[in-house]
T-cell receptor, first 116, second 110 residues
Framework: DTEVTQTPKHLVMGMTNKKSLKCEQH?????MYWYKQKAKKPPELMFV???????INESVPSRFSPECPNSSLLNLHLHALQPEDSALYLC???????????????FGEGSWLTVV | RKEVEQDPGPFNVPEGATVAFNCTYS??????FFWYRQDCRKEPKLLMS???SGNEDGRFTAQLNRASQYISLLIRDSKLSDSATYLC???????????FGAGTRLFVKA
């Protein structure tokens, strides 16, 4: 079973709503990620936090706002989303920079988001 | 050229068959290579890391060829439960970016 936990597992929200996705990892990892995955496509990187600081923002629209309250927690705040934002949102973590040898990414089970 | 390219699927094989997937990558400086498995409507799960010397885990064997910049995954004695999408994953050197191949869908039939 994954040691990265995400809540909620399913979320339906209107285009004017504000909601948040939450992620927690208990592996002592220093890097945490948000990925977006659409059907029949590979995961697409959105944000990376390293040592609680935003390290990468892959030009994600501002209606998605990440937050890293501490080294174990990662949130994704959602506001004024569009129907095309409906997807599986995956949180992940790794011990360190994945560019180095041996740093594996571990995924949570994901949050299924539907924007209506 | 895509940074990571995988065999287009789907692969349809009978139980007990041996199936091989190939993956090529473009950045010769990449150091970390993985195969992930993703079941329908589930998260990707690490299947195995890929090492230069090749590595085996039960029915699964992964190989890395740095000179030709490709990675392979061999599944022997396929089971129905092996049906999934297999993602080739290569890490970009020096940072946090991980490049996923598009995935190869495997269907194992009785």
């Amino acid at each position: 079973d994954t040691e990265v936990t995400q809540t909620p597992k399913h979320l339906v929200m209107g285009m004017t709503n504000k909601k948040s996705l939450k992620c927690e990892q208990h592996m002592g990892h220093r890097a945490m990620y948000w990925y977006k995955q659409k059907a029949k496509k590979p995961p697409e990187l959105m944000f990376v936090y390293s040592y609680e600081k935003l390290s990468i923002n892959e030009s994600v629209p501002s209606r998605f706002s990440p937050e890293c309250p501490n080294s174990s927690l990662l949130n994704l705040h959602l506001h004024a989303l569009q129907p095309e934002d409906s997807a599986l949102y995956l949180c992940a973590s790794s011990q360190g920079p994945t560019g180095g040898a041996g740093n594996t990414i571990y995924f949570g089970e994901g949050s299924w988001l539907t924007v209506v | 050229r895509k940074e990571v390219e995988q065999d287009p699927g789907p692969f349809n094989v009978p139980e007990g068959a041996t199936v091989a997937f190939n993956c090529t990558y473009s950045n010769s400086a990449s150091q970390s290579f993985f195969w992930y498995r993703q079941d329908c409507r589930k998260e990707p799960k690490l299947l195995m890391s890929v090492y230069s010397s090749g590595n085996e885990d039960g029915r699964f064997t992964a190989q890395l060829n740095r000179a030709s910049q490709y990675i392979s995954l061999l599944i022997r004695d396929s089971k129905l439960s092996d049906s999934a999408t297999y993602l080739c994953v290569v890490n970009k050197p020096g940072g946090f970016k991980t490049i996923f191949g598009a995935g190869t869908r495997l269907f194992v039939k009785a």
